[in-house]
């Protein structure tokens, strides 16, 4: 629609409304407040409207504060606990320091929509203003109540030192790039990025879009307290019954626990066959005494599995060379003697881990910096000092699919 068909018609504005699920309690916790206008051929979104930059600011904000006035009145009729999304872009909000929309959502309070069931959902991707400004007012805002939510994540992690600025309450994560990535290890390792912040600054997440059962297992893999998206309910004029799926998420997120136990069980089941594989291993070698001997019989031992092998003490150094297949054959690295590898991420907790526990240790997947593969890495206590390192082929995990999750 024309722009200035949608500003001279500001009566047939209609605010939508889009529930969003909770992981905890299989309900309707809240709704995102879209807008549409009403045509002649139905309801248009708003959405085009609002992200036309060409359109004056203070047209999109007015139109923007018409969709919420609405919204907020028809809000009057939910229970007091429903918490309700409202959409505003950065830019758009500090034309006047926030102050407008801190008006409005006031006014409502005085009828019974407590600012504590606002959840701002702020785009600051194209920001281009004062961002401590932009922080300090989300601050400001805070202190009547309302949380802030970041939109638009999962394209890429460019903002996230932003993001741990602002501190919001709620993380926003598109599933749509989980679809349009030619890779999906690259989206989980953004992904990765974002939950390891999430739980810094302690943010929940809450994934949209989610239009398949995969994507709604995905999100609650990836520790999503909330979602939206049309798998689960289409935007809607009307508000609906706040348990209308509330059987049917009880019964996938059973599913869901229910593979991941079984994954589980097989991932302890392997890394017992391997603690008990290196027991007898090394049983058969107690008499052997050099570093170089004893990898080279485990290697002929773990042909089919490993790739690489080698022994660190307690502090990370090396102390035999690495022990390498390629192509076929196993060639000795003596250039890694003596290497620390301390610096590794979770490196001295696992071999804390492994001196408390007197067992080894399969590691979780992740990329060998050398080779660019998927791998498992197992660890292994010969002593209280000394610790054996091997690292599981692709082909053995792709052999053993449980591995590859």
């Known amino acids: 629609m024309d722009a200035l068909d949608i500003l001279t018609n500001l009566e047939y504005i209609v605010p939508f409304f889009q ?11 809240g709704y995102e407040i879209l807008g549409r206008i009403q045509t002649e051929s139905g309801y248009e979104s708003l959405g085009p409207f609002f992200l036309d930059e060409t359109i004056p600011e203070e047209y999109r904000l007015e139109v923007d504060n018409v969709v919420l006035k609405k919204a907020l009145e028809r809000a009057a009729e939910l229970e007091d606990d429903v918490l309700l999304f409202i959409n505003r872009d950065a830019e758009l909000l ?41 922080c300090h007012l989300f601050n400001y805002y805070r202190t009547y109540g309302i949380k802030v939510a970041i939109d638009k994540l999962g394209e890429d992690s460019s903002q996230l030192d932003q993001i741990g600025q602002i501190s919001p309450n709620i993380l926003k994560i ?17 992904l990765f990025s974002i939950s ?5 600054i302690g943010a929940m997440l809450l994934f949209e879009n989610i239009e398949t059962g995969y994507q709604l297992q995905f999100a ?42 079984k994954k589980l069980e097989a991932l302890f089941s392997i ?19 050099h570093y170089e001997e004893l990898l080279f019989n485990l290697a002929k031992e773990m042909n089919h599995i490993a790739f690489r092998m080698y022994i660190c003490d307690e502090d990370g150094f090396q102390l035999s060379p690495n022990i390498l297949k390629k192509d076929d054959m196993w060639m000795i690295q003596k250039e890694y003697t003596q290497k620390n590898w ?16 007197k067992k080894g240790i399969l590691s979780d997947l992740y990329c060998d910096i050398e080779s660019g593969e998927t791998i498992r890495t197992f660890s292994y206590p010969l002593n209280t000092k000394e610790y054996l390192f091997i690292d599981i082929t692709y082909e053995f995990l792709y052999e053993h699919e449980e591995l590859l999750y």
């Open 19 to 29: 529930p969003i699920f909770s992981a905890d309690e299989h309900r309707i916790i």
């Open 94 to 134: 500090m034309m006047d320091d926030g102050e407008q929309l801190l008006d409005i959502l006031r006014d409502f309070e005085r009828i019974g929509i407590t600012l504590d069931r606002l959840v701002l959902e702020i785009t600051e991707r194209n920001f281009t203003g004062d961002y401590e400004h932009l």
């Open 174 to 190: 598109n599933l749509m790039a989980l679809r349009s990535m030619h890779s999906t290890t690259a989206f989980q390792d953004i």
């Open 196 to 200: 390891i912040l999430a739980r810094k």
């Open 220 to 261: 609650w893999k990836h520790g999503g307290r909330y979602y939206q998206g049309y798998y689960l309910h289409r935007p809607d004029i009307d508000f609906i019954n706040r348990d209308i799926l509330k059987s049917k998420l009880k019964s996938e997120f059973h599913q869901f626990i229910m593979y991941e136990k």
């Open 271 to 289: 890394t017992d066959r391997f603690q008990k594989r290196i027991q007898e291993l090394l049983m058969k070698n107690k008499n052997v005494e």
């Open 342 to 357: 301390s610096w590794r991420p979770y490196f001295l907790e696992n071999i804390f881990k492994m001196k408390s526990e």
